[in-house]
């Protein structure tokens, strides 16, 4: 089970950037599990930016990036996206994708409910 994210970047402020997180090896299908995106800082816990529901029909964002960042799904390329706008340069952050969740209640799975990792790209917005 692997889930490979893009490469990130570096990016003024301002400016865009497009994450993707390409899912493979897995036994269940794609379209069977929530996704999350999270980033996390040096010396700062991981948390959450945005997740998506098996269909990609429910979204959440976190407040800090609600209204910048939009979060789809392709289930028949096993992929899920991230996309950036407005970045600003509290943004810079090391950014993860998850997978593993099978149920939807309507909000963000927490942090230690996802149980399959992306190894992490770099995002850093310039001011």
């Known amino acids: 089970e692997q889930l490979v994210e893009s490469e990130g970047g570096l990016v003024q402020a301002g400016g865009s950037l497009n994450l993707s997180c390409t899912a493979s090896?897995?036994?269940?299908?794609?379209?069977?599990?929530?996704m999350g995106w999270f980033r996390q800082t040096s010396g700062k816990e991981r948390e959450g930016v945005s997740c998506?529901?098996?269909?990609?029909?429910?979204?959440h964002y976190a407040d800090s990036v609600k209204g910048r960042f939009t979060v789809s799904r392709d289930n028949t390329l096993n992929t899920l996206y991230l996309q950036m706008d407005s970045l600003k340069p509290e943004d810079t952050a090391m950014y993860y994708c998850a997978t593993g969740v099978p149920w939807w209640n309507g909000y963000c799975p927490a942090l230690g409910d996802y149980n399959s990792w992306g190894q992490g790209t770099q995002v850093t917005v310039s001011s």
């Open positions: 090896g897995f036994v269940a299908d794609f379209d069977d599990y929530v």
């Open positions: 998506i529901s098996w269909s990609g029909a429910s979204t």
